[in-house]
């Protein structure tokens, strides 16, 4: 994952729209709504504490871990199993990653 300025294909998100059950043309109005999405920016910006310089920002049991930008699923599986957690998806994760 990560950040790129190309724009994804159409058809990449209706898939994905419809693998997690969401209405494809609901998020393209949304998207396609400037007023919409700028109020929506605006509320995000007032609801992000003033410590939070840009996203992600991840924090894990209150923390901040920024290697979590790249590996999220080893931070979060160290911190669950560090807490007494037990997980086969995080043993699959902590073998691989470390």
Known sequence: MGHT?????EDTIISCATKHHLDFETLRACHDDADQT????????????QNIS?????EINGAR???????????????????????PDCNKVLKTMG
């Open 5 to 9: 300025d190309e724009p994804i294909e």
């Open 38 to 49: 700028w109020n929506l920016q605006m509320e995000a910006m007032i609801a992000t504490p």
């Open 54 to 58: 840009y996203v992600p920002w991840i």
């Open 65 to 87: 871990v920024e290697s979590a930008e790249k590996h999220l699923a080893r931070d979060i599986c160290r911190a669950y199993t560090a807490s007494g957690g037990h997980s």
